[in-house]
């Protein structure tokens, strides 16, 4: 079991592998010396940078946080090299109401099992925090277009639409 605490990171971005259609999506943290990189769903990525944008909504985050946050997002490219430590399975998110932080927990399976996890812990404050969602919600949506139809992502040779009764567009 391996336990990395970035409580804060130096660095912690979420950033992908390969073509669209190919990619493999990845979050980074650095710190102390040490850089750790974890493989994760595109969905997952997508649903922890909604739900990181609604929690910080409803805890009322700093004011002119969108602006702040739109300064500080992190265009970089993912570190070299990128080996994952594990495929994430659990993602939990939590907000320290004492230091006004988001508390982001990734496992390689559910921590309530009784076998030992690997996981990464995070610790960010407010304003990275928004900055970090609005990478997740570009790198998302950087991938293939979706089908006007089915809405299912198009290959550059199109697809087979289920409601286009299977016929390519």
């Known amino acids: 079991m391996a ?7 130096e660095r912690f971005v979420a950033g992908t592998v390969g073509p669209p259609g190919g990619r493999t999506f990845f979050l980074q943290a650095r710190g102390q010396g040490r850089l750790v990189s974890v493989s994760i769903e595109k969905v997952q990525v997508g649903i922890l940078a909604d739900r990181i944008v609604d929690l910080l909504d ?3 985050g700093p ?40 508390v982001i ?18 610790v960010l404050d407010a304003t990275t925090a928004r ?5 997740c919600q570009a790198i998302v949506a950087a991938g293939r277009p979706p089908c006007p139809f089915c809405g299912q ?12 009764n299977g016929y390519k567009r």
């Open 3 to 9: 336990f990395s605490d970035f409580d804060p990171p």
């Open 58 to 60: 409803s805890v009322g």
């Open 63 to 102: 004011e002119g946080s969108d602006a702040v946050a739109e300064h500080h997002v992190d265009t970089e490219a993912l570190e070299t090299p990128i080996e994952d430590e594990f495929r994430v399975d659990t993602v939990s998110l939590a907000w320290d109401e004492d230091r006004s932080a988001v």
């Open 131 to 135: 900055a970090f969602a609005r990478r």
């Open 105 to 122: 927990e990734c496992h390689d399976r559910d921590p309530e099992e009784e076998s030992p996890s690997d996981s990464v812990r995070v």
């Open 153 to 164: 992502p198009l290959d550059a040779e199109g697809h087979i639409c289920p409601r286009a």
